[in-house]
């Protein structure tokens, strides 16, 4: 089913072509209008037609609006300003398009996603260290993002690229039998192991001896050391036992969790492979991978180490055989990654250097920036235990309590217990998700759990409201139809409803979980102004009628929206 942007695009693109401007050029699609009295979609194409004909755009918005094939979508088109051609919708096709969106409960989305393969590369925290807020924006705006995928229809592979490898193992071997607590290890695993890693720094600085010690512990896991890789094993189930904790609170799965381990085997005969292809060079002992300008500015005269003099193999190293593996796996169409901002240079190399190897798919890395707490405090994205997320999860749980004993005392404690769950996590969530997220993020415990404004309770009480008035209405198996838009408040409604499916789009397309947040905060509050100003129950039959369907739209496009960003709707709060 085609968008209601794609259909008009269409369109203009056959009135441009009628009217003799060729389409020479993509266009763009139609926009929304920032005053919905410029009508319901604006095209600025004739502004690049006319650009492109030297011609001036009014004319050729003029020459386009004549032009325009009769469709039964569009009720008016007309010029505006130096060029702009605004659109306005049919009320009667309007209600029919959304009509034709709500299967049974839900809300059907287009499907451009069918039979393209993804892989998304998410949450990836290190073994022996506690997931940091890092790893806790990665998971909530991964997950985001594997949701959105999927629901257009595309196959998604989520893993969970741990760093389950590295010298650090051999330096923790060292200090696990010199100086394990085991009571401390019963009871707090991680964070005995990443004590053990830092005294064993602190230890070292004193007798440097204890590095070759850790250098050959390390060896001997390589090389397969029976009771090292049982030790190993140890350090990565004991983490991944933790790591799971905060994903089943999240409501985070992933289809794979190969970590750095998996691809050992496979780094030196790529690096073997990367000097026969003539891609990279040896430099002192080590191998190194040259860019120049051809590969952009950003990446010109900067090097990426795929083997070190000592014969280790590196981050990036990894990287490649990933991407290796991946693409024999499962063909990926594209590959995403989502990480904080620092690690841009090291994707683009890696893109670059797997482009060189001739690897054919669409790279992504999704970058965040930095979160902050209220009050200025850095808790800082990749160095050490900062906040333990469970604690976090935790208070947000305990203050989401508050807030619901507040609003629904006549709730039973166990279902408050429950909405409190939800509400907490999803506020947390939300917080996250509802910011572009390249920008840094300010974590204020007040705002995320406010009744008002953009936040995950205020999108939750709008659709338990939606739930409510069809408790109240009583009418079981209700069937959507009969929709008529006659109060400006319905329309207002009916037309951000109908745009869902290519907001979902949007906000695929610019890897932006906030482009669904937005919409999905500005139907709750277009809801609100509806509910306000129409009444639903205790209409004639047939207002009633009407105005329930659009009652059910918006249910649909909340859950749905909700659901895309991993927040879950309540029937009841
Ligand atoms: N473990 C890394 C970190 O904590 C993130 C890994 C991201 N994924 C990747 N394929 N490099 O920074």
Request: hydrophobic share 45%; with cysteine; net charge negative.
């Amino acid at each position: 089913m085609q968008t209601l942007s794609e259909h008009l695009t269409e369109l203009i693109r056959q009135a441009a072509v009628a009217a003799g401007y060729g389409d020479n050029d993509v266009p763009l699609e139609p926009c929304v209008p920032t005053d919905p009295r410029n009508g319901d979609y604006q095209s600025n194409y004739a502004f690049r037609l006319g650009k492109a004909a030297r011609s001036n755009p009014r004319a050729v918005a003029a020459a386009m609006v004549e032009a325009l094939p009769a469709d039964p979508l569009v009720a008016s088109a007309e010029v505006a300003g130096p060029g702009f051609i605004n659109l306005r919708l049919r009320d009667e096709a309007l209600a029919a398009h959304l009509l034709a969106r709500l299967d049974g409960e839900g809300f059907t989305l287009s499907q451009p996603g069918a039979g393209k393969t993804m892989v998304i590369d998410f949450s990836s925290p290190n073994i022996a260290k506690r997931m940091h807020v890092g790893h806790l924006r990665s998971t909530i705006i991964g997950d985001a993002l594997r949701r959105i995928y999927a629901s257009l229809g595309w196959r998604v592979i989520a893993d969970n690229h741990i760093g389950d490898w590295g010298t650090q193992f051999g330096k923790l071997m060292v200090a696990w039998r010199r100086w394990l607590d085991q009571d401390a290890f019963d009871a707090d695993a991680v964070g005995e192991l990443q004590r053990l890693y830092q005294l064993f720094g602190a230890k070292a600085e004193e007798d440097p001896s204890l590095e070759d010690l850790a250098r050959a512990e390390t060896a001997k896991l390589q090389s397969g050391d029976p009771e090292n890789t049982a030790l190993w094993r140890r350090f990565v189930d004991a983490s991944l036992e933790e790591f799971d904790a905060v994903y089943d609170r999240l409501g985070v799965v992933f289809d794979v969790t190969l970590g750095e381990s998996h691809y050992q085997s496979r780094l030196s005969p790529l690096v073997e492979g990367v000097l026969a292809q003539g891609l990279a060079e040896e430099d002192q002992g080590a191998v190194i991978i040259r860019f120049g300008p051809e590969d952009g500015k950003a990446l010109a005269d900067t090097l990426l180490l795929i083997r070190k003099s000592d014969g280790a193999a590196l981050y990036g190293t990894t990287d490649l055989a990933t991407v290796a593996y991946r693409m024999e796996t499962w063909q990926p169409d594209l590959i995403a990654y989502v990480t904080d901002v620092r690690q841009r240079l090291h994707f683009s190399q890696v893109f670059a250097a797997a482009r060189k190897m001739g690897m054919a798919f669409t790279p992504e890395h999704v970058y965040f920036g930095m979160l902050r707490l209220a009050g200025g405090a850095i808790a800082a994205t990749r160095s050490g235990a900062v906040l333990n997320l469970v604690d976090v999860l935790d208070t947000a749980v305990e203050r989401a309590r508050g807030v619901v004993d507040g609003k629904s005392g006549h709730l039973s404690d166990q279902e408050r217990a429950g909405i409190a769950e939800a509400v907490g996590v999803g506020a947390i969530k939300y917080a996250d998700l509802s910011q572009n997220p390249q920008s840094d993020i300010v974590f204020d415990w007040d705002k995320m759990l406010s009744m008002e404004g953009n936040t995950a309770p205020y999108l939750m009480y709008a659709y338990a409201r939606c739930m409510s008035i069809f408790r109240k209405a009583d009418r079981d198996g209700f069937v959507p139809g009969g929709i008529a838009l006659e109060h400006p408040s319905e329309r207002s409604l009916a037309v951000l409803l109908a745009r869902t499916p290519e907001v979902v789009e949007r906000a695929a397309e610019l890897w932006r979980p906030n482009v669904v947040a937005d919409h999905l905060f500005a139907v709750a509050n277009t809801f609100a102004s509806f509910y306000h100003d129409c009444r639903v129950i205790g209409e004639s039959p047939e207002v009633e009628q009407s105005r329930l369907s659009l009652v059910r739209a918006t249910a649909a496009v909340l859950e749905q929206g909700m659901k895309l960003l991993g927040i879950q709707p309540l029937d009841r709060m």
